[in-house]
């Protein structure tokens, strides 16, 4: 018996064509594309917000860290600052007493003049220098003037004597030098 049936075609398992397997493709690309639909796009677009904030929230606490050290040198260099400048009598006097005591060269005026030094030592360490020079041209921002004197042979607006040094530099300057100034010739 011969029935006429057109040209026989392999099926797959499920009984499809091949022409009906490719009208499928598509369908299926799509499903791989997003396997639960709209659902899987939230959870996504979820998921990116949450790496999204955790990355912010990261910065934010490396700038946290930052401004907090850049906060804790600026309060170390207040007190350093501070507490320098509380030495300052202390080592005044110990120039005082050195100055009173003359040329004398005993075994005490010597122990004064190492604890001076070593005074001076630890606020140059410290960031703040002495500053007694003489001969220099006067600077406002490092000099006070306490005194005007016509000096011989000094040129005008110069130090010509230190009467109490000052310490620090810059912006970091604990007292300026009290100094005496040259006149300027008339």
Do not use: C
């Amino acid at each position: 018996m011969t029935t006429e049936q057109g040209p026989v075609t392999q099926s797959d398992e499920r009984g499809a064509t091949p022409s009906a397997q490719t009208a499928a493709r598509p369908e299926s690309t799509e499903r791989a594309e997003s396997p639960q639909g709209p659902e899987a796009d939230d959870r996504t677009a979820e998921l990116d917000d949450l790496r999204d904030r955790r990355h912010r929230a990261l910065a934010d606490l490396d700038n946290l860290r930052k401004r907090h050290a850049r906060e804790l040198e600026r309060e170390r260099g207040t007190e350093r600052a501070r507490t320098a400048a509380a030495w300052l009598p202390v080592l005044d006097n110990l120039e005082l007493a050195l100055a009173h005591a003359g040329s004398d060269s005993s075994p005490v005026l010597e122990g004064v003049k190492a604890v001076r030094d070593q005074a001076v030592d630890v606020l140059t360490r410290l960031g703040y220098p002495r500053d007694d020079r003489t001969g220099v041209p006067f600077d406002p921002a490092e000099h006070e003037v306490v005194g005007v004197v016509e000096a011989e042979g000094a040129e005008p607006n110069t130090v010509v004597e230190v009467v109490r040094p000052g310490y620090g530099a810059g912006d970091s300057q604990l007292r300026p030098a009290s100094v005496i100034v040259a006149k300027r010739q008339e």
